[in-house]
């Protein structure tokens, strides 16, 4: 099973959402009443309930997902002007709190992955556990993963997989399913699947499902989430005001490299040989922030025994300075350069 957001139960529903490291990710951003928060990745709402609970503040909730919008909409009836929901991508953020008057905000946290409302759902296509067409879409627009995988060459499906899903297989697996789409077209997920594992092959003390790779390059690529990741950590860069928190949690090890390279860019190297001279991070500039972490947070071994799907999860935060907010680079930060263009 792929690493997705939490636990299964939605807001609303008959069990709570518990999301991945409640407890640190507050302990990180310690909201306050009066400020803005930001939550970027709102899914079935947890971190936002329970920093509308910890503090008499104000949310942006941020989803590309409609149903997750829909809970968004249930909750904001529940904290009455207290949390404004808005449907599309959170490296729009900057427009969205402009859109609201806001100018600057106090905290922003980023969930990252697939929501476990999403993995659940077998019509969306995320996971192979359960059989349902083979769609991987964040939001309702746009091509599907049957598309790209119907439609792309041998080459480009084999980059992908092994770019996006760093499949030692790739190339062999890109040739298996333009040889079976050449007899029919692959339009569900347990067909993809099955075309992976006879590839791969899956040994009996094997935990992680031999497809999990291929599963997550296609829904990557199909839905810019690295691009994105990069472009929302620099608009929360922007937008947060001096002293401001931005927390991020992450699922493998493609996020977790972008939100590692950003805050070790933009992060002070160490103690000042002078306490007259500034610090200076990557590039020559002012830190930007300040590590509340200097290693990821991982969630605790009890977590793991309740939640399974927590068992990848890594935190990052930092606290904004007064410098001056870096440039965007794709490159230092590691984001491939073949996102989503069809």
Do not use: W
């Not at 079935?44 to 919008?69: N, P, T």
């Not at 922003?108 to 077998?122: A, C, I, N, P, R």
């Not at 339009?187 to 594992?197: F, G, N």
């Amino acid at each position: 099973m792929m690493a997705g957001r939490g636990s299964t139960a939605a807001v609303g529903g008959p069990a709570r959402h518990i999301p991945v490291m409640l407890s640190e990710v507050l302990q990180a951003l310690q909201p306050k009443s009066g400020e803005i928060i930001v939550d970027g990745t709102f899914g079935a709402g947890g971190y936002s309930e329970a920093v509308l609970k910890q503090a008499d503040c104000k949310i942006i909730a941020i989803d590309r997902d409609e149903e997750a919008f829909r809970l968004s909409g249930q909750l904001a009836d529940k904290y009455s002007g207290r949390l404004i929901a808005v449907l599309g991508r959170f490296s729009e953020m900057e427009a969205f709190a402009a859109s609201e008057g806001f100018t600057a905000v106090d905290g922003v946290m980023l969930d990252l992955g697939v929501s476990s409302m999403q993995l659940d759902e077998s019509e969306r296509g995320f996971s192979f556990a359960k059989d349902g067409p083979l769609d991987m879409r964040m939001g309702v627009e746009g091509q599907t993963a049957s598309d790209i995988i119907n439609t792309l060459s041998e080459e480009e499906l084999a980059r992908i997989i092994a770019v996006f899903g760093e499949e030692r297989r790739a190339r062999a697996i890109a040739r298996a399913i333009v040889a079976r789409r050449g007899d029919k077209p692959i339009l569900r997920t347990s067909e993809l699947a099955d075309i992976v594992a006879k590839v791969i092959g899956r040994k009996r003390d094997e935990t992680k499902h031999p497809a999990t790779r291929t599963f997550q390059a296609i829904r990557l690529y199909l839905n810019e989430e690295l691009e994105d990741l990069a472009k929302g950590l620099a608009a929360a860069e922007r937008l947060l005001r001096t002293g401001g928190r931005l927390v991020v949690v992450t699922f493998h090890s493609l996020e977790d490299r972008i939100a590692k390279r950003f805050f070790a860019s933009r992060s002070a190297p160490g103690p000042r040989a002078s306490r007259h001279l500034p610090e200076i991070s990557d590039g020559g500039r002012a830190p930007s922030f300040r590590l509340l972490n200097r290693r990821p947070l991982e969630p605790s071994q009890e977590e793991v025994r309740r939640n399974p799907r927590a068992r990848s999860a890594r935190l990052r935060a930092g606290e904004r300075t007064e410098a001056p907010a870096h440039p965007l680079d794709f490159d230092a930060l590691g984001v491939p350069q073949m996102t989503h263009r069809m």
